[in-house]
């Protein structure tokens, strides 16, 4: 039998596809092994949002070759389509598809001979269909990831998603409703909507959208909890969450990305909100779920941000004061226009912000957490942790640890939540 390994970099789509694709693989008499053990084939599904996330694409890659280098290497994702010759010019791969057809990844592998090098990336722009990729189950989980879009039309200015992934394309309903109901029979509880830009959902269908199926999700039985991924701020007006509201399964974590807190800032990276209408979707989403966790991302050193600029991000975070944050440094991409800018910030300069960023969001972690002490809450556990602890996530995104010597993994259990250390919730199970 012949042997299959995966590397996946980057976000929840991405890991979605690397499931997609394993299973197309096991379907095809593979087996499926680690990437650190010799196989026939290696597929590195990359990532291209930081200069970061290319570099480790290209370490995995080389990492396979010198594995076995007899295998046949393919390269798909962001990184390979947007830089294709790039990819195929580092020794050993044999294979580049970038973020479509990946349906046919097997047969086009079974092509080639480790000699092979051929570029099968196409112009993802034309792109107008969105191309089903299958899940029925996830080794080793208990939370599921549905895909139901593809594509993003906002062309935020330092952003290379948009060339990687092409314009919006929406999963038809029957499709992600079905296997929502194939999950649900093996054993998953929570269903996760992932997508490029989850709020576009149903724009280019007509017919739908995505608080139409969030409410038709609900009504699968079985399904205990659905969360989103992360969100546009402009989809969350008064209508959609007065809509998204009635939902009884709906989690009450909230990712919406703000980028910078500060107007001007904004402007230069071509974001559609002003940090005033941010503040107010926060307030409505607040008003309609108690206890609602509201999280970000927040770049720091965009091109052009001064002291002052970065200061009035500063003020926004402890305005809004966030349950977590994802900080990140602004990573120059070739082909943005934001790269293209002369004024750029210097290394240390964007070091040193985001280290203040990240102290400043978790004093508002912490706080956050500290009004949960000695609450009862149901927790999805997921894992086993380290000092015989099981680990799980409250449906506000708590991470939750309890002592338990049982087996929790996939269950949903009340637990009693008496401290937070390091951003994690200890507790003890509740018994009736």
Known sequence: MKKAAFYTLGCKVNQYETEAMTEIFKKKNYEIVDF??????????????????????RQMIRRAKKTNPNAIIAVTGCYAQTAPDEVLSIDGVNLVIGTK???????????????????????????????????????????????????????????IIPYARGPVRSRREESVLDEIGELVKNGFSEMILVGIHVASYGADLGNTSLADLILKVDKIE?????????????????????KISRSKKLCRHFHI????????????????????????????????????????DIMVGFPGETDEEFNE???????????????????????????????????????????????RTKNHRDEFLSGFIG??????????????????????????????????????????????ENGVMKGALQFE
């Open 222 to 242: 079985g399904v205990k909890r659905i969360r989103l991924s992360s969100i546009e701020p402009m989809t969350l007006d008064h209508e959609f969450i007065e």
């Open 375 to 420: 609450k009862t809450m149901p927790v999805l556990f997921e894992k086993r942790a380290k000092n015989g602890e099981y680990e799980g996530k409250t449906d506000n995104y708590i991470t939750v640890r309890v002592q338990s010597a049982d087996e929790l993994g996939g269950q949903i259990r009340d637990v009693i939540l008496e401290n937070a």
């Open 101 to 159: 057809e990946r349906a046919s990844i097997v047969e086009r592998v079974e092509d080639l001979t480790v000699k092979s090098s051929v570029n099968g990336v196409g112009d993802i722009m034309t792109n107008h269909e969105f191309e089903e990729l299958r899940i029925n189950s996830y080794e080793g989980r208990t939370r599921a990831y549905i895909k139901i879009q593809e594509g993003c039309n906002q062309f935020c200015s330092y952003c």
């Open 313 to 359: 991000t500063l003020k926004f975070i402890d305005e809004i004061k966030f349950a977590d944050a994802h900080v990140f440094q602004y990573s120059r991409r070739r082909g943005t226009p934001a790269a293209k800018r002369p004024d750029q910030i210097a290394p240390e300069v964007k070091e040193k912000r985001s280290r203040e960023v990240i102290e």
């Open 257 to 296: 990305s703000l980028q910078s807190g500060c107007d001007a800032t904004l402007r230069r990276m071509n974001r559609k909100y002003t940090t005033a209408e941010f503040a107010q979707i926060v307030k409505g989403l607040r008003e309609a779920f108690d206890d609602a966790a509201i999280t970000t």
């Open 36 to 57: 650190s053990e010799k196989a026939d084939v290696y597929v590195i599904n990359t990532c291209s949002v930081t200069n970061i996330g290319d570099r480790k694409s």
